[in-house]
């Protein structure tokens, strides 16, 4: 068996699919690896460093795929990409299917079977694939970090012979992976932590890292977590409900980070214009879902916006910020998945279509969308 880590061909990513110890793990099973020369480059992680743990270095992505069973990458494939998946071939990456496009139909028509890891169910068993969950961690940590790193005051409170400087007021909104650790993060450097989320469970969790607990707690809320774990779509009501409760809160606030998602749909609107605007000048808002619309009214993919003195920041691809943290979690990811469709006695794929996590991460396959959040509804269903 063979696996093809293609570079990463978007501007904005420079993860890379596999690290020197992943392939060693493949290489440990008996499978062969070759990598485009340059990949890792993007995460510091040079040719030669996967060379010495028995890679092949490719000199392009078409000699990476010859003969390959399964090709891996951070991101879903470019158009003009797909020619040199082999049709024989599985991919896995971070498909992103919900804002695909057009380019979903296409990888579909290139014959290409297609694994999509941001769609891993989340079930116990699949903790350790978990790619949403491995990089939204990461994230959350990174935007305090630039949040302190662009307030032009210090986090904690600081008694000194000139003075006391007060505690930094943070609001994490959405208390998610990584909501809880952005509080954790905040919380270290030395901020009071506010949180809110619309999961009745978010509550205990945010309280359990010191954070303070802001939301409606009315009969909606109790009732809008999925069976998944995911947060609900909440009615008008609530929404104006919980927008008028921080509303209140925003103004006293010196750093907001937004990160609430949910999948398939764009993300919320949780800031309004009004609200950013009664914020004090020299405060910061992190918006981590700007890629998805955004959280934060005028906040714009990639970049750093002034509202009347309050900094918005866009940053693209946030856990592509720590890109060589990020690219081993996202391996260790992609190898726990491949061992599930790698059979150990004949050293080759094997396959269980009916699996509940192959069933819930395969998107393309023989031609088609195949996936039921996906498809369109069969007429009468």
């Known amino acids: 068996m063979k696996i093809a880590i293609l570079k990463e061909r978007r501007p904005d990513e420079p993860r890379v699919a596999a690290t020197p110890e992943s392939v060693k793990k493949f290489k440990g099973l008996g499978i062969d690896v070759a990598i485009e020369s340059g990949a890792g ?14 890679a092949e270095i490719a000199s392009d992505a078409a000699a990476a795929v010859s003969g390959a069973d399964l090709v891996l990458k951070v991101r879903r494939p470019l158009p003009e990409e797909l020619p040199n998946l082999p049709k024989s071939a599985l991919l896995a990456c971070i498909l992103d299917p919900f804002r695909a496009g057009e ?9 290409v079977g297609a694994f999509a890891m941001d769609l891993m169910p989340r079930i116990t068993r699949a903790q350790s ?28 409170m600081m008694m000194t012979p000139a003075g006391r400087i007060n505690p930094a007021q943070v609001l994490i909104m959405g208390a998610g992976v990584a909501g809880l650790q952005a509080i954790a993060t905040a919380k270290r450097l030395g901020a009071v932590v506010h949180a809110t989320d619309v999961r009745p469970a978010a509550k205990e969790q945010v309280q359990s890292l010191g954070g303070k607990f802001l939301a409606v707690e009315d009969e909606e809320f109790k009732q809008a977590e999925t069976a998944g774990g995911y947060a609900k779509e909440m009615s008008a009501e ?7 409760l921080l509303a209140e809160s925003i103004p006293k606030m010196d750093v907001v980070i937004t990160t609430a998602l949910i999948p398939g749909r764009p993300a919320p609107r949780l800031v309004s214009e009004e609200m950013l605007r009664s914020m004090k000048p020299g405060s910061v808002v992190v918006d981590l879902a700007v890629e998805n619309g955004g959280n934060v009214a005028l906040s714009q993919p990639g970049e750093v916006i002034d509202v009347g003195g309050v900094r918005i920041l ?11 943290d990020a690219s081993m979690l996202y391996a260790n990811n992609l190898f726990n998945f491949v061992s599930l469709l790698f059979d150990k006695e004949s050293k080759a794929l094997k396959v269980d279509w009916d699996d509940e996590i192959v069933k819930g991460t395969l998107v393309t396959r023989e031609g088609a969308v195949v996936h039921p959040a996906l498809t369109p509804a069969e007429k009468g269903e």
């Open 41 to 54: 480059e993007g995460a510091s992680l040079p040719d030669q460093a996967y060379a010495d743990q028995g």
């Open 103 to 111: 380019e979903l139909n296409a990888l579909a028509e290139a014959g």
């Open 129 to 156: 694939m978990d790619v949403l969950s491995s990089q939204a961690n990461l994230a959350g940590y990174k935007a305090v970090i630039d949040a302190a790193a662009t307030y032009g005051r210090a986090f904690p």
């Open 238 to 244: 609530y929404l104006k409900k919980q927008a008028a």
């Open 314 to 324: 866009g940053h693209r691809n946030v856990p592509g910020r720590l890109a060589a």
